[in-house]
């Protein structure tokens, strides 16, 4: 069974920082693609900042400078730090897993983590 197990939310002030972990596990994590996706109220689910199996990372433009996703295959765990908040960065964070192979397609999605800037 397939388990994402995310940590580091909380509330900060504005410019300050955060580092969100995602540890998984039941699942080969070497071979997955990993993302953040945020979520506020009322709004869908957005994605953040991936990370494929080779480590080629993608952004949302309104993250790019102040966010970096990295990931340790050793310890199953992909990370993000965040770096200069906003308020607006407020949301609750998910951390998604996906791997392609042939027709096949999975996806798992963590629980998600509270992130709370204050101005």
């Known amino acids: 069974q397939v388990q994402l197990v995310e940590s580091g939310g909380g509330l900060v002030h504005a410019l300050g920082s955060l580092r969100l972990s995602c540890a998984a596990s039941?699942?080969?994590?070497?071979?997955?693609?990993a993302g953040w996706y945020l979520q506020v109220p009322g709004k869908q689910r957005e994605l953040v900042a991936s990370?494929?199996?080779?480590?080629?990372?993608n952004y949302a433009d309104s993250v790019k400078g102040r966010f970096t996703i990295s990931r340790y295959n050793a310890k199953n765990t992909v990370y993000l730090q965040m770096n200069i908040l906003k308020p607006e960065d407020t949301a609750v964070y998910y951390c998604?897993?996906?791997?392609?192979?042939?027709?096949?397609?999975?996806?798992?999605w963590g629980q998600g983590t509270q992130v709370t800037v204050s101005s």
């Open positions: 998604k897993l996906d791997y392609a192979s042939g027709k096949s397609y999975e996806e798992y």
């Open positions: 990370i494929t199996a080779g480590g080629v990372t």
């Open positions: 039941g699942i080969i994590f070497s071979i997955t693609r």
